[in-house]
């Protein structure tokens, strides 16, 4: 179980990782993050507690963008927005050193500036996440030939995206969403990769659902979502004495 982190701030990574997250995942496509902030959140995280991995949420799969962050310091990435083998396909190329992928080999904080090259040139290929997320159709359609990609460590559901693309945004009771959340499922049993949600909303009971339906990887709220949604509490509550 993990959560977002939307704000850019590596006070808030460290907090929240001290409060017993598996992983953090830093928002890069939906934040104004770049990467010396990216690197910043990632050592926050790092303080806060050296067993939660830092991960990040890319722009895309392209090649320079990918690297960076793993040089900055991320144990996974997730890709939005994969919705063929060939995207698939570029995202582990960019995540792996040779011989499996095209990860460039440099002295960076990922290996504390070169004193651990080779150590972590050997162990990067199994530890770092390489993790896809399916929230188009468009995906759906093509689970099966994206999970075939060798390397893929998971996949993650965009729920609002992938209703988006369904032409019901955010209608997560639809039949039709569920059929397709359902199919993302089966096909990850099939091929025996773990399957991953976005529990947007910090709901509990969300939570124990999406566990339940057999969802292993849980990203719960986002950093923004959790500060509105206790602000709300409180002014709500506020409001009802004045």
Known sequence: MGSWINTCSPIVS??????????????VEHSAADVPQVLQMVQGIRAGNPKCLPFVRTQGVEFSFVKRYLDAGAMGIIAPLVNNRAQAEELIR?????????????YCPANQYGRRVREVFEGANEEIYAIVQIEHIQAVENIDEILSVKGVDGVFIGPFDLSASMG????????????????ILDA???????????????DPDELEARFSEGFEILAYGLDITMISQVSKVGISRWEQLD
């Not at 019901?168 to 199919?183: C, K, M, N, S, V």
């Open 14 to 27: 460290e907090l929240m990782s001290g409060l017993g997250f598996d992983f953090l995942t830093v928002d």
């Open 94 to 106: 960019a995540v792996r050193y040779p011989p499996l992928g095209d990860r460039g080999v440099g």
């Open 168 to 183: 019901l945004t955010g209608q997560f009771e639809h039949p039709d969403y569920i059929a397709a959340r359902q199919r």
């Open 188 to 202: 990850c049993r099939k091929a025996g990769v773990p399957a991953g949600i976005h529990v947007v909303e910090p």
